[in-house]
């Protein structure tokens, strides 16, 4: 059962303007969450993460939000460059091990 | 770049056989992870290491083992491949709490006929 979704596989945003890629969880157990960037034919980089302690992380263009009582995140990207167009995963941990959820992906096209 | 390398980064084989999948890093982080990418089902964990021959399944661990010997060597064995297992796979290091990311490696491309 997947304990992290992302519900939109793809999005397409004209460059400037503001993406907006969501996450839902299911285990109020996790504390801890990332965003991460995934190119074609590469790994996935690491973008952001956000302590459960908090309901906002900024850095530079990507913010990430969290709202626990919607069990809901979401990474703003502002403005939106062509550069950014890639797979991006959400994940989880809790803080029983070390354990990583992924969720299943949303696309980003921006468009130039 | 963290320092891990995957091999092979791409392998065809066929149905029945063994096949290992390494990784190797030089970060000296104390958890290793390999995970699945297949469409539709994004990154899927099938074992994770919390330290030298300290191992745990994942979410889809059945038809894979995993040894751990040394800090930097974290190895994937299909003991017997199945087209179910064609697939990317991806390993990841952490040094664990309480920073928590995971760095991964380039992905190592297994398709079994």
């Known amino acids: 059962d997947q304990q992290v979704k992302q519900n939109s596989p793809s999005l397409s945003v004209q460059e400037g303007r503001i993406s907006i890629l969501n996450c839902d969880y299911t285990?109020?157990?996790?504390?801890?969450f990332l965003w991460y960037k995934k190119y074609p034919a590469e790994g996935p980089t690491f973008l952001i993460s956000i302590s459960s302690i908090k309901d906002k992380n900024e850095d530079g263009r990507f913010t990430v939000f969290l709202n626990k009582t919607a069990t809901h995140l979401s990474l703003h990207i502002v403005p939106s460059q062509p550069g950014d167009s890639a797979v991006y995963f959400c994940?989880?941990?809790?803080?029983?091990?070390?354990?990583?959820?992924f969720g299943t992906g949303t696309s980003l096209t921006v468009i130039p | 770049d963290a320092g891990i390398t995957q091999s092979p980064r791409h392998k065809v084989t066929e149905t029945g056989t063994p096949v290992t999948l390494r990784c190797h890093q030089t970060?000296?982080?104390?958890?290793m992870y390999w995970y699945r990418q297949d469409p539709g089902h994004g990154l899927r964990l099938i074992h994770y290491s919390y330290g030298v021959k300290d191992t745990d399944k994942g979410e889809v661990s059945d038809g894979y083992s995993v040894s751990r010997s040394k800090t930097e060597d974290f190895l994937l064995t299909l003991e017997s491949a199945t087209s179910s297992q064609t697939s990317v796979y991806f390993c990841?290091?952490?040094?664990?709490?309480?920073?928590?990311?995971?760095?991964f490696g380039e992905g190592s491309r297994l398709t079994v006929l």
């Open positions: 990841a290091i952490s040094p664990g709490p309480p920073t928590g990311e995971l760095f």
């Open positions: 994940a989880a941990s809790g803080n029983t091990g070390n354990q990583f959820y």
């Open positions: 285990n109020s157990m996790f504390d801890y």
């Open positions: 970060e000296n982080h104390r958890y």
